[in-house]
C-alpha cells in the first residue's frame, strides 16, 4: 500500500499529484488507477465525493484529520452538521444550492509567495487547502491577492501550482474590503476544524438575530427585504460584487434574497454553499450573540 505524505496546510488532492510525479506514474490517472480511486475532476470549493475518497485514501488510519486539514470540509460545516454532509456525499447528492447565483469562479487558487517559498522549502510547490476556501481572494500568510488557475477541466490536467500558466491566471484585486473578509472567512474555517457544533451553533444565533415578527409570508418577505437594505449599507460593495452576481449584472430580475436562501429554505434535499452562512455572520460579526460563539472558540484554543 502506498503511503502519503502531506505538506502543512496542503490539499489532498495536491498530495495525490505530488505522489505522482515522485514515483514517476506516467499520468495523474495511471496513478488513481493504481490505487482504484475514481478519476473526474475534483472542484475544490465543492462538497465533493472525490476530495471525501481522496482523504480517505491517503490518510492511513487518520482519515478525519486530513480531511478537516487537507479540504475544505469543516467550513460546509456551517451548512450542515457531519452527518448530513456524509450523507450527502454517500448519495452523490447535489451540495450547491442556488449556485447559480455565486459570482466568484471555483477554480483551484495559488499565492505566488507561497509558491516560492514552498519551493525553496521543501522542493516543490503545492495546493494550500486554505486559498480554497469557498470566497476567499487572499493569503493569510503573505497578504496578497490569490490568483485562480485556469480550469483545469479533468483529474488527468491537474498539476501544481509551478505548472500553471500565469498568463491564463486571474489575480483577485488588491481591496482591503476583500482582505478583511478573506481573514474573517479564514478565522472561521479555523474554528470550524477545531469544533464541528461551532457551524450549528452560529446558524442558530442568526436565527436569533434576524427574528421575524410574524409568519406571514408577505410580512416575512418585507422583514427579508429590510434586513436586505441593511446588510446592503452594511457590507463591502467589493465583497458583495465578488461573491454573488446580483450586485455586478445590470438589469438582474429578481432581487437577492441571502435570508431566505440560508435561514428560511428549509427540508431542502440539497447543500447550501457557506457562502451564504458567512456573508450574514460577517455582516452581524460584531453582535455579541455571535461574538460570544467565536470567542469562546479563541479561548478553549
Ligand atoms: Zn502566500
Redesign the pocket.
Known amino acids: 500500500m502506498l503511503k502519503f505524505k502531506r505538506f502543512p496546510n496542503e490539499h489532498v488532492v495536491s498530495t495525490l499529484i505530488r505522489k505522482r510525479i515522485q514515483l514517476a506514474f506516467p499520468s495523474n490517472s495511471s496513478l488513481l488507477n493504481y490505487i482504484s480511486l475514481s478519476c473526474s475532476y475534483p472542484k475544490p470549493f465543492d462538497l465533493c465525493s472525490q476530495v471525501f475518497e481522496t482523504a480517505q485514501r491517503i490518510a492511513d488510519g487518520n482519515d478525519r484529520d486530513v480531511l478537516f486539514d487537507g479540504s475544505t470540509w469543516a467550513i460546509w460545516r456551517l451548512s450542515e452538521p457531519d452527518e448530513i454532509l456524509l450523507e450527502a456525499i454517500e448519495e452523490k447528492r447535489n451540495a450547491n444550492l442556488r449556485q447559480g447565483e455565486l459570482a466568484f469562479k471555483r477554480d483551484w487558487q495559488f499565492?505566488?509567495?507561497?509558491v516560492q517559498?514552498d519551493k525553496l522549502n521543501v522542493g516543490v510547490s503545492y495546493w494550500?487547502t486554505d486559498?480554497q476556501l469557498p470566497g476567499i481572494t487572499h493569503?493569510?500568510?503573505?497578504g496578497?491577492p490569490l490568483h485562480t488557475a485556469p480550469e483545469m477541466k479533468s483529474f488527468e490536467k491537474l498539476v501544481l501550482p509551478q505548472y500553471v500558466d500565469l498568463a491564463k491566471s486571474q489575480q483577485h484585486p488588491f481591496s482591503s474590503e476583500l482582505y478583511d473578509w478573506s481573514c474573517f472567512v479564514a478565522k472561521i474555517f479555523d474554528s470550524l476544524k477545531r469544533d464541528e457544533t461551532i457551524g450549528g451553533q452560529l446558524v442558530d444565533r442568526l436565527k436569533r438575530i434576524l427574528a421575524f415578527e410574524s409568519n406571514k409570508e408577505a410580512q416575512v418577505t418585507q422583514s427579508c427585504m429590510k434586513y436586505m437594505d441593511q446588510l446592503e449599507t452594511e457590507v463591502s460593495e467589493d465583497v458583495l460584487g465578488y461573491l454573488f452576481k446580483y450586485y455586478t449584472r445590470e438589469n438582474a430580475k429578481r432581487r437577492l434574497n441571502l435570508i431566505r436562501s440560508a435561514l428560511l429554505t428549509e427540508n431542502t434535499v440539497t447543500v447550501r454553499n457557506p457562502v451564504y452562512f458567512l456573508i450574514l455572520i460577517y455582516w452581524l460579526r460584531n453582535k455579541t450573540e455571535l461574538l460570544e460563539v467565536i470567542d469562546d472558540v479563541k479561548i478553549a484554543a
Open positions: 499565492c505566488l509567495d507561497c517559498e494550500h486559498h493569503c493569510m500568510k503573505h496578497c
